[in-house]
């Protein structure tokens, strides 16, 4: 240990005094020893494990092994839990509680004698919300992506845990799928401990934490049960130790051209349309100025190399099998800035120069992408004044240049109640338009923008139509889906006044989103326009209410935008 270094740690255990007294005797109660105490790094294990939160069921197993590293290291492991954000089950929707995680993992780790931390992470909201406490207070850390879950099976066919989910209403009302064929895939969709295989939201975070720096080489595409996660583990606990000794912090990693590089991998990956939300959050955490126009400037124009659902063919274990994220770093460096610390000390692309590409059929190359250009549009327009998303590569073409009349949906409830009544008028150049699904209306802006459409359009043969809302998609969906919009309806903004029969113009290759009535219009429309009630009156949904910042700035809270930092200056008694 550099003597010139003094640990956070020792203001607690440090001392020579009743603090220090206090601080180290009540630990006793567990069996510690002595030098325990003295100048060893002490190394916060943030586990984000839930009987709640399926996808990191495993993650007590992981955190026993991070333990085993520090120890080998010469530091000391200590776990603690955090709120965990299970997608399958919370309601109304995780994004509800991602700040709310984010407040925990931060006020746990500044309040107590913590030196480094370990993010063990899994399900969609886990890794953003943990990255976004770590960040406001900036303590050196490592993340641990839990892992996808092994290929899902169904009579021979290959099916991703989430993807599926979007197509039980099609596989039973045209296709003739039983209950007892849904129950079968029920059973074999989801066939080992970790997170959707697809390229959703979770894999999408672990290869973003990847991109970013913040892992070990090679982390984000580990199948949560292969041996090698464990190995990871282990190297993972080893290495915190030292950056505690590097005073190697997040802020140091975390730069702009960390966050250009990662929006450059998203696109390269097809990663879901949630990666902008969760990494403007995470710049918001660091201080770094980032803005939405810049995922469409860095990333809109970037070739689609992974082949995986729910744009592509295959799953994450047979991404990692055909050489994870470092083969696709590889392959992208001539997009990539060079300059990028990672947690190993090394940079990005050191990381990655010569790492093998097994299969080009899952990861293609430069010379021969599946896409030339695949990453998120951003639109503007007097619809979404402060923008909108797309995401190209899961969209129908034919739909990317297209002029319909809405249908409107005042709230998820009056979708559900109308979308498949036969007297419907809807057919399938017909936008569908769904209102009160934003940060503020839903609460929470849940994944609901990849509304199934009629069935009585499904059984016609229709697969795809326009959809526009101020609510997201889930990584594991695709379709023409128009996401993000901002700002929201619910606080006023233009889709608020979107009516039956209007003409809603989108030109996905001029980046436009235009509700096509006359200005004088708009203007009466919004001025006759009345604020729905509040959602909730108490507690931390109407804090979160109160606070939450429009889609286009991160849906954070604004009195949570950049840090507090490690410092607490008094103590407990």
Known sequence: MNKQKKLRSSDWFGKQDKMGFVHRSWFRNQGYPDDYFVNRPIIGICNTWSELTPCNGHLREIAEVVKRGVLEAGGVPFE???????????????????????????????????????LLTGCDKTTPSTIMGACSVDLPTIVIPGG??????????????????????????????????????????A???????????ASTMACMSESLGITLPGAAAIPAVDARKKLLAQLSGRRIVEMVKEDLRLSRILTRNA????????SAIGGSTNFIIHLLAIAGRIGIPLALKDFDIIGSKIPLLVNLKPSGKFLMEDFYYAGGLPAVVREMQPYLKSDVLTVNGKSLIDNCAIAPCYNTDVIATLQSPLQSEAGMVVLKGNLCEHGAIIKPAAASTHLLKHRGRAVVFESIEDYT??????????????????????????????????????????????????RISDGRMSGTAGGTVILHISPESSIGGTLALVRNGDIIELDVANRRLHLDITDEELAARKANWQPPPPMAIRGYVKFYIDHVQQAHLGADLDILRNGSGAEVVRDLH
């Open 259 to 266: 966050f250009e590089n990662a929006i450059v991998v998203n």
């Open 417 to 466: 109640a109308r979308i498949d009544h036969p007297d419907l008028d809807i057919d399938e150049q017909c936008v569908i338009v769904l209102k009160g699904v934003g940060p503020v209306g839903y609460p929470g802006m849940p994944e609901v923008g990849n509304v199934d459409l009629p069935m009585k359009l499904l059984q016609k043969g229709v697969k795809d139509m326009v």
């Open 148 to 189: 996808a879950m092994l290929n899902g099976h169904f009579r021979g066919e290959c099916i991703g845990s989430g993807s599926f989910n979007w197509m039980i209403k099609e596989k039973l009302g045209v296709e003739n799928y039983t209950m007892q064929d849904i129950q079968e895939v029920e059973t074999g969709v």
């Open 80 to 118: 603690f839990p955090v709120t965990s954000l299970g997608e399958t089950v919370m309601r109304p929707t995780t994004m509800l509680f991602r700040n709310l995680t984010s407040m925990d993992v931060e006020e746990t780790i500044r309040a107590n004698p913590i030196d480094g931390v370990v």
């Open 191 to 201: 066939r080992s401990q970790g997170h959707c295989m697809t390229m959703g939201t």
